[in-house]
Structures are given as structure tokens and as C-alpha cells.
């Protein structure tokens, strides 16, 4: 296991995607990967669904990385996109402000107000309740969601994009705000 990194998502978060892997992949496939990213001391034992700050960024980096050595650059992509949509299926979207967009008055709000809310309201969980700082600037035509130290590239280098988990997150929260529209993330 490399060095730990000292910034940390919460457990709940940590707890979320260990539900949306072992739902994506099984529950043998899952702790085949745990083993894989040198994590067996989570085999059987999910994070405690607490806001306690403990979850290394190092965890999440391993297992995503873990991912794309089992099935390849595309395959991994692949399970990481379905993991993160079902992280917040399974859980983000009812954390903190998204809960709040299962009513009524926010589904009556134009599209774009929608997203833009929701996207903003993610960021906001990042960052208040974990290491991973993000914010969303918009312009006319596009939202873009910025990430500050992210603990699914945490420790490596890459000449590609590697957090497809986060953009996951992301196509779900955009989806689910948008009552089932998809957008490219």
C-alpha cells in the first residue's frame, strides 16, 4: 500500500461506493478488487456510515486504479462510470442539500436552473464534508465541474483522464436533476 495521504473523504462517502462496486460488480468481484488494491482489511467490512473524516484519498486512488488493471483501460472506464452513477443512486442523492431536490417546487424550476443546482449542491457536499474541494463555474453554454486534489487520480500520473467514477457522479446528478435527461459529462 503506498503512503497514505492525509486528505480524506468520509465513511458514509467511502461506504456509498463500496455499495455501488459490489452492486456493479458482485460481491466476489468486489473483494477480488479489494484484494487487488491491497485493501483486504475491507473484505467483509464496509466503512461505518459515519461523517468521520478517515477514508484515505489513497483507498479510493487504489481501487480505481485496481479497476483498470483487472479490465483494462476501456473496461475499467466502463465499471467506473456504472459505479459512480450507482454511488449516487445508492446514496448522494439523498446526502445533505440533494435531498432536497426530490421536491416538488425544485422539479418545477427550468432545466438549466436544475442542474445547475444540483451541480452546485455536489460540490458543496465534496467539499464541506471531505478533502476533495470543488466548485462549478458555468458559462453559456457548458457547467464544468473542478475538482481540487482528487482522490481518484490521488498519487498518479496519467496522460489521460482517470476519475471516471467522479464523472459518473456526475452524468447521475445531472440526470437525476434533469427528470431522466442525459448529458455528456
Known amino acids: 500500500m503506498p503512503q497514505l495521504s492525509g486528505l480524506y473523504y468520509p465513511n458514509r462517502i467511502a461506504r456509498y461506493f463500496f455499495v455501488a462496486m459490489e452492486d456493479v460488480m458482485g460481491t466476489s468481484g468486489f473483494n477480488m478488487l479489494l484484494l487487488q488494491a491491497k485493501l483486504d482489511l475491507f473484505v467483509g467490512q464496509f ?4 461523517l468521520d473524516r478517515v477514508f484515505d484519498f489513497t483507498y479510493i486512488a487504489a481501487l480505481n486504479s485496481a479497476l483498470e488493471d483487472t479490465y483494462g483501460e476501456r473496461g475499467g472506464r466502463g465499471m467506473a462510470l456504472r459505479i459512480g452513477r450507482a454511488c449516487f443512486s445508492h ?20 432545466l438549466d436552473e436544475r442542474c445547475r443546482i444540483g451541480l ?11 478533502d ?9 453554454k457548458a457547467y464544468t465541474f473542478i475538482t481540487d486534489s482528487s ?11 482517470v476519475c471516471h467514477s467522479l464523472a459518473g457522479i456526475i452524468q447521475e446528478c445531472t440526470r437525476w436533476a434533469a427528470n431522466g435527461r442525459e448529458f455528456y459529462v
Open 120 to 130: 452546485t449542491a455536489l460540490a458543496q457536499i465534496f467539499s464541506r464534508f471531505s
Open 132 to 140: 476533495q474541494h470543488s466548485w462549478v463555474e458555468e458559462t453559456e
Open 151 to 161: 482522490p481518484i487520480a490521488w498519487g498518479r500520473q496519467s496522460e489521460r483522464p
Open 91 to 110: 446514496g448522494m442523492k439523498n446526502f445533505g442539500a440533494m435531498s432536497g431536490m426530490k421536491d416538488r417546487e425544485f422539479r418545477s424550476l427550468p
Open 47 to 50: 466503512p461505518s456510515d459515519t
